[in-house]
């Protein structure tokens, strides 16, 4: 069956994408979301969120065409469907969003319908959503019902894209393929050879949904080591970053970067969807996040001590944005840490963001958003958030009159 019409339900960071890439591939693209306003500015060939190149690909795609947005599902051939899954309190998975986009288009499918399920997902996610549209559409034979020949086809297949370079890697990445038969995971491979350059790995859909996890997991557990490595060097007065660098120097060791936190949507997120599925066995994963969710305060400690020193000290916080050279703050640890020495009241706070225009409205009454260069003349302690390209460039000679507190390593 022929891939006329794509639906991708949920316009967000990696909807968007996904489907103004289909789209740029002559393929017609209904986008969907609930948000009315993200319905109205995508079909004014304009992007609602931030991403390198999104704005042309989204505006050559709806002026051909291709590409529309429209807030309730029509029919198509096939549905991508790429929705949040945040947590609830309690670090449980909150399935909401899948359920509500299961039952949004349950009334327009139809026979020989191909639904793949992107968003990251607790393992047997795809399971229940087949339940689900088959609640909704009792009259329709899906793949629990007819393993060999379902008239739906259902697959789960992660996104895996880096944000702030999601238009090459939505192209140039592998991407796995789990089907809940074996031709549920050939119809996908079909859809995603539309416009993937590299291979499509195909499995089981369980077992795709544990490869997004462990991906993302294994990249937290990493990270926290480093971190952890970073506190014991503070204590035991080693230079962290130098230990680092000897230490990947072995061939077989490669240890990433301590930070003042993990940030982000899906790092900081995801193992919890594992320790929520196995809490008896999944230790090291849920106390990596316990380290990483704890570097924020360890950083703020630090500022507190070293702001002793002075009467009413200036700290300039550099960088807000969760990681380098983007402008998303959201679940950053760089905001976490200027948030609690805000309410602390130890000094001055000065903030530099220079991808942002405008600082969260909470942080207004109680920091100076500057420039790098008025921070550096003002400042008693530098306080490095982020290594955003700007700060890399520093000159040592700049800041040495200035108590240095370096969270990623880059100005030491
Ligand atoms: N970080 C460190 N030290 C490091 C690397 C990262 O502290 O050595 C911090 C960053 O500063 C940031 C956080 O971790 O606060 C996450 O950044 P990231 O660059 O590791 O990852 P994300 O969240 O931007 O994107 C990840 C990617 N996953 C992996 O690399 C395994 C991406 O491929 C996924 O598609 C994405 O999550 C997602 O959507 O799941």
Redo the contacts with the bound molecule.
Sequence with gaps: MSLKTISVVGLGYIGLPTAAIIASRGVNVIGVDVSQHAVDIVNQGKAHIIEPDLDIVVRSTVQTGKLKAIAKPEPADAFIIAVPTPLKGNHEPDMSYIKAAAEAIAPVLEKGNLVVLES?SPVGTTEKLANWLAEARPDLCFPRDAQDNPEINLAYCP?????GNVLQELVSNDRVVGGLTRTCAKRAVALYEIFVKGDCLVTNARTAEMAKLT??SY?DVN?AF?NELSVICDTLEIDVWELIKLSNHHPRVNI??P?PG???H??AV?PWFIVHSDPKNANLIKQARHVNDGKPNFVVEKVIASAVQYNSPVIACLGLA??ADIDDLRES?AVEVVDKLAVMNIGRLLVVEPNVKKLPERLEDNVVHCTLDEAIAQADIILLLVDHKEFRQIESYRIEDCLVIDTRGVLC
């Design positions: 990251t996104e895996r894209v880096l944000p991906e993302n990249r990270i480093a990433l970067n930070g993990v940030g982000g899906c790092i995801d969760f990681k640890p």
